[in-house]
């Protein structure tokens, strides 16, 4: 089986790594630019860091005969200090042009601060503009709330849904149906009331009534682990070294 890692941090691992993952079967891998666990504070350490992960990192994983792409961005944390952010900014249309950079991002709310607000909206535009889609990090307190507002923003400057990857996700903000969770948000209530079917047309017979589907056991539940790994489109764990 050929599988695809949307989303590992390669730069904070070994080649020993990328050996097992060409031995399990990974063929292609994303690696989304972000925290590294110790704030930069310049941002000649940030064009290191994109220079890093758009070259050298995609020359490793070729040696093991892994695709390997990456997303640019400012991330959260960072965007609280204006004097880089600004300078982040500045560099980044050059990052995001460069062959096997596939999305803007991480980017999204960390604290939830105003400038993480303003940085936010800039990559926004910045991947309006280049139509790229956007790799959104949801933050690791009061996730739902930032995760709710994240794709407020994101609507409110037109970006397709389609192009919005909202990772990072837990039990509060994946639908519970899919993961098998018994919990129900009121929202989802009002979704199936609605799409209750119609009642059988007079005359007919109904059909008698499938055996329920065997109903997958939460994954959250049995995995037991690094929930924040959980993506709405993967259930791979979460590979940061630091808190991404
Ligand atoms: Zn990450």
């Avoid at 892994?66 to 200090?81: D, I, M, Q, S």
């Avoid at 800039?122 to 307190?141: D, F, G, Y």
């Avoid at 990772?167 to 994946?174: G, I, L, P």
């Avoid at 993506?231 to 979460?238: T, Y």
Wanted: proline fraction near 9%.
């Amino acid at each position: 089986m050929k599988m695809f890692d949307p989303h590992i941090h390669m730069t904070s691992r070994t080649t020993d790594d990328y050996a097992a993952m060409a031995a399990a079967g990974i063929v292609a891998v994303i690696e989304p630019a972000f925290w590294l666990g110790q704030p930069r504070t310049h941002v000649g350490t940030y064009i290191d860091y994109l220079s890093m992960i758009c070259g050298f990192e995609r020359f490793r994983a070729g040696q093991f005969g892994l695709r390997h792409y990456c997303t640019v961005g400012l991330n959260p944390k960072e965007a609280n200090n204006e004097e880089l952010a600004e300078a982040v900014m500045e560099i980044l249309p050059r990052y995001a042009l460069k062959e096997g950079v596939v999305a803007i991002g991480e980017l999204g709310y960390d604290e939830q601060s105003a400038l993480e607000d303003k940085y936010y909206r800039l990559q926004l535009e910045l991947a309006k503009e280049l139509s790229l889609p956007v790799m959104v990090h949801t933050p690791h307190r009061d996730k739902r709330q930032g995760t709710l507002r994240s794709m407020a923003v994101a609507l409110e400057h037109k970006l397709d849904p389609t192009y919005v990857v909202i990772d990072h996700n837990n039990e509060e903000t994946v639908l519970p149906p899919i993961l098998g969770c018994r919990r129900r948000q009121p929202w989802q209530a009002r979704a199936r009331a609605q799409a209750a079917p119609l009642p059988p047309a007079r005359g007919r017979r109904r059909e008698p009534k499938p055996p329920p589907a065997a109903r997958p056991g939460c994954p959250l539940r049995e995995r037991g682990q690094d929930r924040r790994g959980l993506s709405c489109l993967h259930v791979a764990p979460h590979s940061a070294r630091a808190q991404g």
